[in-house]
């Protein structure tokens, strides 16, 4: 019988990453969010969702105290849960490099990694259009400056074992991300 796979999809703003997260989750990945662990600290602080400046501060705050794979560590549970129970798995904000090494310590090539690249320019116009916290051209520059060199977040991009770009149309892009889902899924 084939293992169950741990898939984290990763990028930069705008990418991609959360509409491609999705598709896996349609396709009955069970979902586990980096970023819930950092979601519960803000409600536990306070903190308004969409403060850049809360938000930031506190999860460099935690990095700072408890190490860059804080997230991974506190997420690792429900991906063992999920794994024992025979399920396939999606990460979604997995961040750092410290939190790639971690999980691919854990689970060595039963974790894999999908990046999803677009061009700045096209996840900028991206980032200035979405409903919820829009980000001008500047504030999406300073996020990928912040994310690349303070969250260590272009190791696990580069290390990524496939790579889709998300330059086309949503149709394209949904397309290529399912047949990836069904390669893996065909996998024994």
């Known amino acids: 019988m084939r293992k169950p796979i ?3 999809v990763v990028g930069l703003p705008g990418s991609g990453k959360s509409e491609a997260t999705s598709r896996f989750v349609g396709r009955d990945f069970y979902h586990v969010g980096f970023n819930d662990v950092y979601n519960e600290e803000f409600d536990k602080r306070a903190i308004r969702r969409g403060d ?8 460099e705050e935690l990095r ?10 506190q997420a690792f549970p429900k991906v063992q849960e999920a794994l024992s129970r025979g399920r396939n798995v999606v990460v979604e904000s997995l961040y750092s ?15 894999r990694v999908l990046a999803i690249w677009a061009p700045p320019d096209l996840r900028y116009a991206r980032l200035a259009q979405r409903p919820e916290r829009p980000l001008t051209s500047e504030m999406a520059q300073a996020r990928d400056y912040a994310q690349i060199a ?24 949904f ?8 390669s893996i899924s065909n996998t024994d």
């Open 150 to 173: 303070g969250a260590h977040q272009a190791g696990p991009i580069a290390m990524a074992d496939w790579t889709i770009q998300n330059t086309g149309t949503k149709e394209e892009f």
């Open 6 to 8: 741990v898939i984290a």
């Open 64 to 73: 700072q105290e408890f190490g860059m794979d804080f997230a991974a560590k």
């Open 175 to 182: 397309k290529e991300v399912d047949e990836l889902i069904g």
């Open 97 to 111: 490099w410290e939190e790639y090494t971690f999980m691919k310590k854990k689970l060595g090539g039963q974790f």
């Open 52 to 59: 850049e400046v809360g938000e930031r501060k506190t999860r």
